[in-house]
Every structure is written in structure tokens, then in C-alpha cells.
């Protein structure tokens, strides 16, 4: 699958050259990008409300709205998942599974403010390490500065519903916040886990 402004277009199954009109499916936002779960769900990430397309081939795909504006922050904050899509939206954490339901994984202990203020919200780029969401970005809040991801967090994705805390504990806590500091002051210009060692880069 590719993107083009507020379009998906799908290839000739097996034919990664051929790209027919006639299978294109239209979203009423512009792409932001696209993410895959482990079900084979493609996630449309969008300026406003997410979408799932799935189906066995390019003719039966079928789409889904979901039902909440969670405009996406950037391509490079989607990160594909076993169960769920993830990405960073101005509303917070966002996770979208095959089945459409998009969750503001955070919204139980941030307000929309707090999150903007403590994350992020300008050129984000994450991995996931271990169980957790890694990313990085712009300190900007006014577009002004031009630094290259300065900022970041870490929050923890294995979820303990039932207990949260800013700087992760031992004894039960499982879902965390730590807020990060690019190395050496330096801007970050990506940001990849690394496949042999499992380190973030």
C-alpha cells in the first residue's frame, strides 16, 4: 500500500509495479502515514481521525472510520505493532487496532495541556524499546526553534492499569513516564532499534 494526499492506493497482488486506479480508497483527511498490525490491518494515520483498511485483496478491501479526531503528529512517531497501531497525537499516546478502536493510551492521567507541555509535539520520531514507546522531538512549541529532537519520553506500554507513576517504581508499576534529553545537547536526526542487539540507536 501507498499514500498520496487523502488517497491509498494498492498494488496488482504480486505485481509491485502495477498500481489500477480502480483500487483506490479515499479518507476525507490528508495522510500523515500508515502503519500495519500483526492481524494485517493497515492503519491510516491522518490529520484528524484514523482509519483501518483491511481485506484479502486489493478488490475486497473495506474501510473504517474511527469514531474520535486523533490528528497524527508526524510519519516517523508510527510505530506497527502485534495488536495495535501506535502514534503521537496532540491528545496523547494513540493506539488503533484492526478493529478500529482507536485509545488515547494516556488520557487517564493527562490532560490534553499537560501532555503538549511535556512532550514532544513538533518532528517526532520513536521506537519501541523493550515494552516501551521511545521518542523523540522538537522542543518547539512555536515552531521557532530549529533544532533536530532535543526532547523525548519513554512510556511504558505493558500496561498495569490500575497504578501509575511519572518516574517508573519498582513493585507492580507498569505503565511509566520518563521524560529524556537528547545526549550531549545534539540533535537527533533518527532514531532505529538496532536488529541484532535489540539496543535503541
Not at 48 to 77: E, F, H, I
Not at 89 to 100: D, E, F, K, R
Not at 108 to 123: A, K, S
Not at 192 to 199: E, G, K, L, Q, S
Request: net charge negative.
Amino acid at each position: 500500500a501507498a499514500c498520496v494526499n487523502n488517497e491509498v492506493w494498492f498494488c496488482e497482488p504480486y505485481h509491485p509495479h502495477a498500481w489500477p486506479p480502480q483500487y483506490v480508497l479515499t479518507v476525507d483527511f490528508p495522510i500523515v502515514g500508515m502503519g500495519l498490525t500483526g492481524g494485517g490491518a493497515l492503519v491510516v494515520c491522518t490529520g484528524a481521525n484514523p482509519y483501518v483498511m483491511s481485506g484479502n485483496s486489493p478488490t475486497t478491501m473495506g474501510q473504517s472510520k474511527c469514531a474520535d479526531a486523533n490528528p497524527c503528529l508526524s510519519r516517523a512517531s508510527i510505530l506497527n505493532g502485534d495488536g495495535a497501531v501506535s502514534y503521537m497525537s496532540p491528545n496523547g499516546l494513540i493506539q488503533v487496532t484492526g478493529s478500529a478502536v482507536a485509545t488515547n493510551t494516556t488520557d487517564l492521567w493527562f490532560t490534553r495541556e499537560n501532555w503538549v507541555q511535556l512532550t514532544p509535539q513538533h518532528d517526532t520520531r520513536a521506537i519501541y524499546l523493550a515494552s516501551a514507546y521511545f521518542c523523540l522531538g522538537s522542543v518547539s512549541r512555536d515552531l521557532t526553534d530549529t533544532s533536530e529532537a532535543k526532547r523525548g519520553f519513554t512510556i511504558e506500554l505493558d500496561q498495569d492499569n490500575t497504578s501509575f507513576t511519572i518516574w517508573p517504581q519498582p513493585g507492580g508499576h507498569r505503565l511509566g513516564l520518563q521524560l529524556l534529553d537528547a545526549p550531549t545537547d545534539a540533535d537527533v536526526m533518527g532514531i532505529f532499534t538496532d536488529p541484532w542487539t535489540a539496543i535503541g540507536c
